[in-house]
């Protein structure tokens, strides 16, 4: 096993919303709860879930870009929580993110050639024509030219902008992206030529991934482990032929069966979740997935599921795989 580049240990987030006149009353919302999590060099993570399970907060707190409650976030041997201010700017080149919407991540008042390049001048003290070649050179890499140099985003379209985004992402040779959806408001043709960009570039410079969506299929597609998160809380974890074979927590199997397939023959009934999924600021005793879970039991309304061991990496939390608690 390669040595991990992230490893986020015990990681925990809450944010404090305010109510009442003046703001008086404060409510605390549980984003992330004692998340533990490790990416091999070179390796894609895939973290999946419904909306609100916490994969966005997770990502922006690997790049500091909020900061963390507590616990710990490891990048190439280095506690980033621990970092002053100065030391966090100049480990920034090394990690960097795709944003899910390149019409709000890039200035609509700067060119591409600017967009690009700003990052080599505030870290690379690029200048002048050396400059300009290595914009360029990051445009060709994605799949752009020179004629798109002196353009604003306005006038590209969403892949096109998605891949100005990337080349700028790519500009300080990073060893960690973090992906945040970066195809959900493309068109499938557009995501696939993205996607299959995002794999050459990985080949090509052994980058590591951190790659966070809601679409199954192309999780599977590009991720080596998949992550399953509900309630700030990962409940599954293992390589992604594991997770999809193999489903073993009731909340993986319920996604899983939810996603569509062109052949009949291995479409699977629908599990379909009564209840909403229960607020992170009040979240239930127990379990989080019980209050929807059809598998729970009197265990699961009253004591946390620890994760347990499936061997070969692949880990889950659920009482139902612990014999021992059952025939309790």
């Known amino acids: 096993m390669k040595e991990p580049l992230v490893e986020v240990k015990g990681l925990t987030k809450h944010f404090e919303i305010r109510k009442g006149l003046f703001g008086r009353r404060s409510t605390v919302v549980q984003a992330l709860d004692r998340v533990n999590l490790s990416i091999e060099c070179g390796k894609t993570v895939g973290v999946v879930g419904e909306s609100g399970c916490g994969k966005t907060t997770l990502g922006r707190c690997i790049m500091c870009l909020i900061p963390s409650t507590a616990g710990e976030i ?35 008042r700067l060119s591409v050639h600017n967009l690009v390049a700003e990052p080599l001048i505030t870290h690379a003290k690029v200048r002048g024509e050396e400059l300009t070649e290595r914009v360029l050179e990051l445009l060709q890499k994605v799949g752009m030219h020179e004629e798109h140099l002196y353009r604003y985003p306005h006038e590209f379209s969403g892949g096109q902008l998605q891949r ?27 995501q696939a030529s993205i996607l299959n960009l995002l794999q050459e570039l990985q080949e090509e410079a052994n980058l590591t991934y951190l790659f966070i969506s809601h679409d199954l299929s192309i999780v599977e597609y590009l991720s080596d482990h998949i992550a399953v998160m509900y309630l700030g809380r990962i409940v599954e974890i293992g390589s992604a032929e594991d997770i999809f074979t193999n489903p073993q927590h009731p909340y993986t199997e319920a996604l899983l069966s939810s996603t569509p397939n062109v052949d009949p023959l291995k479409r699977k009934q ?47 939390a659920c009482h139902l795989l612990d014999e021992d608690k059952i025939a309790g």
């Open 74 to 108: 490891w990048v190439a041997g280095e506690n980033v929580l621990a970092l002053s201010a100065k030391e966090l700017r100049d480990r920034r080149q090394h990690m960097q993110m795709v944003f899910q919407n390149p019409y709000s991540s890039l200035n609509p």
């Open 164 to 190: 100005i985004a990337v080349a700028r992402a790519l500009a300080l040779n990073p060893k960690l992206l973090v992906l945040d959806e970066p195809t959900s408001a493309l068109d499938v043709s557009v």
């Open 270 to 316: 629908p599990i379909v979740l009564e209840g909403n999924l229960p607020s992170p600021a009040a979240p239930p005793p127990g379990c989080y997935f019980h209050t929807r879970c059809p598998k729970a039991f009197d265990l699961c309304h009253q004591v946390e599921p620890q994760m347990i061991d499936l061997g070969s990496g692949h880990q889950a």
